[in-house]
């Protein structure tokens, strides 16, 4: 009986060390998440329940049992079936514009110039500002649909310069005080831009670089207000889902003010930067390298090839058809371009370049190819690639030049699309699945604030290509449709290898950073028509909640 005893204490010491063991073996983390569906976004589009993290990165994810067995967790959030993917990446935005826009009349959905003025009236009676600013006017919504002039803004608005800027941001119209103090007259003369000038005197229309350059002279904000409303964005976009931004085109001055406020833990979003190509950025980032932070990356430079369709700027190699005098606008030479993209070269940098005709596409196409000379890894961009010329979507792959697409645009342009383009040139026009195929991925972008900061809508209008409003009903062009799965990958893991920055984000991997959002419905799966209802719950950046839709204390 005694030895039985002795067996029998002994075995329990055994079975409470192996216990005790056990349990001390857990290794510590952050946050567990579980109890959920996780999209990993990796190589096998694999799809997990629970999620560990630790000091700001994935640590491992698995089944529920697994990760709860191995890890011992701070904080926990059990999902209660919601759905989690990495952190939504905007591969073409203008952060900065957003920021800027905040302080400016919304113009946006303005059914008419009338309306327009009206809402001016309004922001001018409630902000009291030294210039009166808008954007967000489409003539495309209006009845005559024609372009508008400034003879309204100089009747209402006699004593204070307005300039208005149009949804793509390639046009605005200016009144008569605003072209006096920006120097401008009938005998001004703006390579890549147009005035236009009607009965003699100018219309107050100013496209691209004409465009451009009064803007430049508009006042614009600094210190305290600019950085407010730089957090103001921030927080517009983590409502959305993204963690990083893709910023087309800044100033030293502006890189420098975000790479402050990162490092004061102001503003948490990362951002890659392209570069304007001034001499000031050519000298100060580029010619020293890469210029990478904790969550700045400026790798880019930023160029225009030409104007926008909605404007008629966008530059074509045969006449717009309801325009059968206009081309469109060449905003840079090819020589020009081809000078910029050596010094790329020679210094490692990424080439992106707005190109949305056919004819500003073959231009950069070509001019890529030339400096490139083969396939590669240099991932250089064309920005849009909204017209593309049937011969020439085989260069994308030849030479390794990226689409960097926004189908949300399609769905804003197909109700005039074709009258720009005609039946056969628009079938080329929006060819994301053509495009995909060049390459075998493909980066996808908002372009706000010309469009909506939600990168939802992007992959809705990738996959359905539908508007919000379920229109139309077989979809717009719908041969170009892309898979969810592919889609998805556009807007988290392609969008990040588009900034190099596929080892550190953009799926949800072992050693990559934390930045995922979580959804009460799952994308993948759910009916075309419950897409458009999807809330965004939570956006994580590096582990640290940045939203919350509601204050659960998760």
Same mark, same amino acid.
């Given at each position: 009986?005694?030895?039985?005893?002795?067996?029998?204490?002994?075995?329990?010491?055994?079975?409470?060390? $192996?216990?005790?063991?056990?349990?001390?073996?857990?290794?510590?983390?952050?946050?567990?998440?579980?109890?959920?569906?996780?999209? #990993?976004?990796?190589?096998?589009?694999?799809?997990?329940?629970?999620?560990?993290?630790?000091?700001?990165?994935?640590?491992? #994810?698995?089944?529920?049992?697994?990760?709860?067995?191995?890890?011992?967790?701070?904080?926990?959030?059990?999902?209660?079936?919601?759905?989690?993917?990495?952190?939504?990446?905007?591969?073409?935005?203008?952060?900065?514009?957003?920021?800027?826009?905040?302080?400016?009349?919304?113009?946006?959905?303005?059914?008419?110039?009338?309306?327009?003025?009206?809402?001016?009236?309004?922001?001018?009676?409630?902000?009291?500002?030294?210039?009166?600013?808008?954007?967000?006017?489409?003539? #495309?919504?209006?009845?005559?649909?024609?372009?508008?002039?400034?003879?309204?803004?100089?009747?209402?608005?006699?004593?204070?310069?307005?300039?208005?800027?149009?949804?793509?941001?390639?046009?605005?119209?200016?009144?008569?005080?605003?072209?006096? +103090?920006?120097?401008?007259?009938? =005998?001004?003369?703006?390579?890549?831009?147009?005035?236009?000038?009607?009965?003699?005197?100018?219309?107050?229309?100013?496209? /691209?670089?004409?465009? /451009?350059?009064?803007?430049?002279?508009?006042?614009?904000?600094?210190?305290?207000?600019? $950085?407010?409303?730089?957090?103001?964005?921030?927080?517009?976009?983590?409502?959305?889902?993204? #963690?990083?931004?893709?910023?087309?085109?800044?100033?030293?001055?502006?890189?420098?003010?975000?790479?402050?406020?990162?490092?004061?833990?102001?503003?948490?979003?990362?951002?890659?930067?392209?570069?304007?190509?001034?001499?000031?950025?050519?000298?100060?980032?580029?010619?020293?390298?890469?210029?990478?932070? $904790?969550?700045?990356?400026?790798?880019?430079?930023?160029?225009?090839?030409?104007?926008?369709?909605?404007?008629?700027?966008?530059?074509?190699?045969?006449?717009?058809?309801?325009?059968?005098?206009?081309?469109?606008?060449?905003?840079?030479?090819?020589?020009?371009?081809?000078?910029?993209?050596?010094?790329?070269?020679? =210094?490692?940098?990424?080439?992106?370049?707005?190109?949305?005709?056919?004819?500003?596409?073959?231009?950069?196409? =070509?001019?890529?190819?030339?400096?490139?000379?083969?396939? =590669? /890894?240099?991932?250089?961009?064309?920005?849009?690639?909204?017209?593309?010329?049937?011969?020439?979507?085989?260069?994308?792959?030849?030479?390794?030049?990226?689409?960097?697409?926004?189908?949300?645009? !399609?769905?804003? &342009?197909?109700?005039?699309?074709?009258?720009?383009?005609?039946?056969?040139?628009?079938?080329?026009?929006?060819?994301?699945?053509?495009?995909?195929?060049?390459?075998?991925? +493909?980066?996808?972008?908002?372009?706000?604030?010309?469009?909506?900061?939600?990168?939802?809508?992007?992959?809705?209008?990738?996959?359905?290509?539908?508007?919000?409003?379920?229109?139309?009903?077989?979809?717009?062009?719908?041969?170009?449709?892309?898979?969810?799965?592919?889609?998805?990958?556009?807007?988290?893991?392609? !969008?990040?290898?588009?900034?190099?920055?596929?080892?550190?984000?953009?799926?949800?991997?072992?050693?990559?950073?934390? /930045?995922?959002?979580?959804?009460?419905?799952?994308?993948?799966?759910?009916?075309?028509?419950?897409?458009?209802?999807?809330?965004?719950?939570?956006?994580?950046?590096?582990?640290?909640?940045?939203?919350?839709?509601? &204050? &659960?204390?998760?």
């Amino acid at each position: 009986m005694k030895s039985l005893h002795s067996v029998f204490c002994v075995s329990v010491l055994v079975s409470l060390s $192996s216990l005790f063991t056990s349990c001390t073996m857990k290794k510590e983390a952050d946050l567990l998440l579980y109890d959920g569906k996780i999209y #990993t976004v990796d190589s096998a589009f694999k799809v997990a329940d629970a999620m560990v993290i630790k000091d700001g990165k994935v640590v491992a #994810t698995g089944s529920n049992d697994e990760m709860r067995s191995q890890f011992d967790a701070r904080t926990e959030i059990k999902l209660n079936g919601d759905v989690v993917y990495p952190g939504f990446i905007d591969a073409h935005s203008h952060f900065y514009g957003l920021a800027i826009m905040l302080q400016q009349a919304d113009l946006f959905g303005s059914a008419s110039f009338e309306i327009v003025v009206e809402r001016l009236k309004l922001h001018r009676m409630t902000y009291e500002p030294k210039w009166l600013l808008g954007r967000g006017w489409d003539q #495309t919504l209006w009845e005559n649909k024609e372009m508008p002039d400034n003879e309204m803004l100089d009747k209402v608005f006699p004593d204070i310069p307005v300039v208005i800027t149009r949804v793509d941001g390639h046009a605005v119209v200016a009144n008569s005080k605003a072209l006096e +103090m920006a120097g401008i007259t009938t =005998n001004t003369v703006i390579d890549g831009g147009k005035l236009e000038i009607r009965n003699g005197k100018l219309s107050g229309l100013l496209l /691209d670089k004409a465009a /451009d350059f009064i803007k430049e002279k508009v006042p614009t904000p600094s210190g305290e207000e600019l $950085s407010g409303l730089l957090v103001t964005a921030q927080e517009n976009c983590f409502g959305s889902g993204l #963690t990083t931004v893709t910023e087309a085109g800044l100033t030293k001055e502006v890189v420098l003010l975000i790479e402050k406020l990162q490092n004061e833990g102001i503003l948490k979003i990362c951002i890659y930067a392209m570069l304007d190509p001034s001499d000031e950025n050519i000298e100060y980032f580029v010619q020293k390298g890469k210029y990478k932070r $904790s969550r700045l990356n400026a790798g880019a430079i930023k160029m225009y090839a030409d104007g926008a369709l909605g404007s008629r700027g966008a530059c074509l190699l045969k006449p717009y058809t309801d325009d059968p005098e206009n081309n469109g606008i060449m905003v840079e030479t090819p020589v020009t371009l081809e000078k910029y993209c050596r010094i790329a070269f020679e =210094n490692n940098f990424q080439v992106c370049v707005h190109a949305i005709g056919d004819s500003a596409v073959r231009t950069v196409l =070509n001019v890529y190819a030339k400096v490139l000379g083969n396939q =590669n /890894d240099r991932r250089w961009r064309v920005e849009h690639a909204q017209v593309v010329d049937e011969s020439d979507f085989q260069k994308f792959g030849k030479f390794s030049i990226i689409p960097s697409v926004q189908p949300t645009h !399609a769905i804003s &342009d197909m109700r005039w699309a074709a009258e720009r383009l005609g039946p056969e040139r628009v079938k080329n026009a929006y060819a994301y699945k053509m495009l995909l195929r060049q390459n075998g991925w +493909m980066p996808l972008g908002t372009d706000f604030p010309i469009e909506k900061v939600y990168p939802l809508h992007t992959f809705y209008s990738a996959v359905f290509r539908k508007n919000i409003e379920n229109l139309p009903n077989d979809g717009f062009q719908i041969e170009n449709a892309i898979s969810r799965e592919d889609a998805l990958r556009g807007i988290t893991i392609w !969008a990040a290898k588009a900034c190099f920055e596929e080892n550190e984000k953009g799926s949800l991997e072992p050693g990559k950073y934390a /930045d995922f959002v979580i959804l009460d419905k799952d994308i993948m799966t759910s009916p075309e028509s419950e897409l458009l209802s999807t809330d965004i719950l939570k956006t994580f950046v590096r582990g640290e909640k940045v939203y919350s839709k509601t &204050d &659960d204390g998760n």
